[in-house]
């Protein structure tokens, strides 16, 4: 399958040694199906000639901004029309640091700025040039405007030194390159997720948790990521890293974790994978509660009822496609089901936490998912990283489905 097939890809080419991999990156991008034209700076003249580039596209390479002839054929505004992706491979720090000034001071950086493309940067330097400071703030900068950096890959360098900072093969970019290109099944979505368990203060050193770790709803946020969505995390306190690119709000109380939700709203999806606690402490106490003669016979801790977040949720106006969990030890899919239709669900995820491997702080988890019309989809016993991408794919189906 030719995965760029009619894609059209302008391939930019900076003045570093890598350069001499970019005539066998036009093959591979030809191979894939795709149109190729070259746009080179001067430096990367200096490294391979035009000539080759243009033998090997097919089509005069672009070197300078002010070329009348090159202008008369596809003007630099065109060029970057014309694009579906600007591929610069190599990039130089120096051409980096120009993309991330916004300089147009030649026809390469130039059509960065003109193009409506997705632009990719596959960066080639030496590595002590990669791990300065000033490369690492502009590949900031360019990434958060929402430019891509396929690579680079650690190795021996034409230098001599070995570190990170090659040029990835035409091979691996070409890959990378047709990536850009597949559809999500969850892109432009916002998913909200809510993760791990919520604490109720007793007093200021007391209080009232569960056993959940988040480790499901991390596992979902990255899985959601993966396929492409926007996810804000809302985690009770849990020992988890941040997956990359989730925007996580910690929070305690189950209180807490409701107005964070509202403040995140409106989401297309909603995916409660916490385990908060039904009911807190009446008062919580401004002092340490004391082992007092009043005490001696035990004590009484009067206990209100937490909001419902997910029920609150799924029953505003702007109700997103909500997705419930209910982990319960006996009664499973008759309580899932139950609790489907009474908090307002599209799906409700059951599991069993009653067995020891699975659930509740444990790496795997098994479970029946049921949809509005109590059908049962099965997921085997796997990590929580398998059955969240089983899981998010299904939600993706189904919230297509609905629209
Ligand atoms: O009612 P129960 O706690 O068993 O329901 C479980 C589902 O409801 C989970 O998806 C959980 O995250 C959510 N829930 C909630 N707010 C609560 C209680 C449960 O969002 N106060």
Request: with cysteine; charged share 20%.
């Amino acid at each position: 399958m030719q995965r760029l097939y009619r894609k059209r890809i302008v391939l930019g080419v900076g003045g570093g040694i890598a350069a001499y991999k970019s005539a066998e990156l036009v093959r591979r991008l030809l191979e894939q199906g795709a149109e190729v034209r070259v746009v080179m700076t001067r430096g990367g003249s200096e490294f391979i000639t035009p000539l080759t580039l243009q033998a090997l596209s097919g089509h005069p390479v672009h070197l300078d901004l002010l070329d009348p002839a090159a202008e008369a054929a596809m003007g630099h505004i065109e060029l970057a029309r014309w694009a579906d992706l600007v591929l610069i491979a190599p990039a130089t720090a120096d051409l980096i640091a120009r993309i991330a000034q916004g300089l147009a001071n030649d026809l390469l950086t130039t059509l960065v700025l003109a193009t409506d493309a997705t632009v990719a940067l596959a960066p080639a330097m030496n590595q002590a040039m990669w791990r300065d400071p000033a490369t690492q703030a502009n590949l900031d900068t360019v990434q958060a405007r929402g430019l891509k950096l396929f690579g680079p890959a650690s190795g021996s360098q034409a230098c001599g030194d070995i570190g990170l900072g090659r040029m990835l093969e035409p091979t691996d970019l070409a890959h990378l390159a047709a990536d850009c290109f597949q559809r999500q099944a969850l892109t432009g979505k916002h998913v909200l997720i809510t993760a791990g368990p919520t604490q109720e203060n007793i007093d200021p050193v007391r209080y009232i948790t569960n056993h959940s770790s988040g480790k499901m709803g991390f596992a979902l946020a990255e899985a959601a990521i993966e396929a492409g969505a926007r996810v804000t995390l809302v985690t009770g306190p849990v020992h988890l890293p941040t997956p990359d690119r989730a925007s996580r709000i910690d929070v305690v109380s189950a209180r807490d974790m409701l107005a964070a939700c509202e403040a995140a709203m409106p989401c297309d999806i909603l995916i409660a994978s916490a385990a908060v606690a039904d009911y807190r402490p009446e008062v919580i106490a401004a002092q340490k509660l004391k082992k007092d003669p009043a005490t001696a016979d035990g004590m009484l801790l009067r206990m209100v009822r937490n909001p419902d977040i997910l029920a609150t949720l799924s029953g505003r106006q702007d109700r997103p496609f909500s997705v419930g969990f209910a982990a319960e030890t006996e009664n499973l899919l008759d309580y899932a089901a139950r609790k489907l239709r009474d908090k307002n669900l599209d799906l409700i995820v059951a599991n069993d936490v009653a067995n020891p491997s699975i659930g509740f702080n444990s790496e795997e988890n098994a479970c029946s998912v049921i949809d509005r019309q109590l059908n049962e989809t099965l997921l085997p016993q796997t990590s929580k990283g398998k059955i969240a991408r089983q899981l998010i794919a299904l939600i993706a189906t189904r919230i297509h489905q609905v629209q």
